[in-house]
Structures are given as structure tokens and as C-alpha cells.
């Protein structure tokens, strides 16, 4: 029979990081209709977009370009590789890159590494970038995540981690909403 008891469940830092993840989760779906989220937003679906540009590389197709638009849409141009494994890539990619900066903001090291290759993936987007919308948040995003790790090396101020924690609740809730709108409502309500 399973024990239920929660008795040595978790230590502080698991406790903390849980109420933490709980914590964004609410700022986030409080924030979501509003335009201070707009930034997070656009990252997430530069992600959502960049998994269906990695989908086309890695079935021998060629990536054309990425947008993002302001309204929070996107499109990754491509052509040739395997469409059926390109497609739902950018909804399984969003909740990987959520996944994979959830576990990356647990440890100082990885939450550095993620960050870096956060910047330099926002870098390389820029040779891909058709619109401006793309490229100026790609810039925005570097000077941003360059800022946070600036202040996390040179004071006092230990937020790099909360960051990339952030980034990944938000991924994470971005690609379940966008499979709920995308993909249940259109069958519920047809």
C-alpha cells in the first residue's frame, strides 16, 4: 500500500523553490492579459518557434526564417524535412524549454549555462530574424539577460536563477494554454 504522508517529503530549498514555482504561476495567470507580460510572451513564442525551426534541421529540411509579431503570433518558414514531426514541434518544444529552465534555475551553475546558451541562441536568431518585432527582441532579451547576470556576478543581488525560472513557468504555461486554444476549444466548439 502507498504511503501518503508527507512527513520527509521535502527539505527548505524544495519547499522554497515549490512555492516559488506556485508563486510565478499565479503572477503569471494573474498578469496574462496585460502588457507587462508581453515580453515574456514574445520570448515564448520565439521558442515555440525556433522548436520548429530545430524540428526542419534535424529532418534534413531548410529553415527559410522566424517572425514573431507583436500580437504574439509567429511563423517559421520552412522547406523540405519530415512536416508531420516539424508541426506539433513547437508545442512539445515550448514545454521542453520550459521543462529544461525549470530544472536549469535549481542550481546556480546551470541556471548560468542556461542563460548562456539563452544569449547566444538569441544571437543567432538574429541572422534568421524576417521582422523587427523578432530582432528587437532578440536585443532587448540579450541586454536584459546580460543586465541580470551583470548583477548576479558584480553586487549582492541573487536573481539570475528567479529569471530563468520565470522564463520556464512561463514557457510551460504558454504551451498548455496555446494547445488548449489551438487545439480543444476549436473541437469542443465545433
Known sequence: ??????????????VAFMVTV????????????????????????FLHEASHAIACKLTCGHVEGIQVHANEGGMTRTRG???????????????????????????????????????????????YAQNWTLRGLSIGFIIFIAIIWLLQEKTTVRILRYVILFIGVMNSLFSVY??????????LFS
Open 81 to 127: 524535412g519530415v512536416y508531420w514531426l516539424i508541426l506539433p514541434a513547437g508545442y512539445l518544444g515550448s514545454s521542453f524549454w520550459g521543462m529544461a529552465l525549470i530544472l536549469a534555475s535549481t542550481n546556480l551553475l546551470t541556471a548560468r549555462i542556461a542563460a548562456g546558451c539563452f544569449l547566444l541562441a538569441l544571437v543567432v536568431v538574429l541572422f
Open 22 to 45: 506556485g508563486v510565478f504561476t499565479v503572477v503569471i495567470l494573474a498578469l496574462w492579459r496585460t502588457v507587462l507580460l508581453t515580453p515574456f510572451k514574445l520570448i515564448t513564442v
Open 1 to 14: 500500500m502507498a504511503n501518503w504522508e508527507l512527513k520527509s517529503c521535502c527539505n527548505h530549498d524544495q
Open 178 to 187: 496555446g494547445m488548449y486554444s489551438v487545439i480543444l476549444l476549436p473541437l
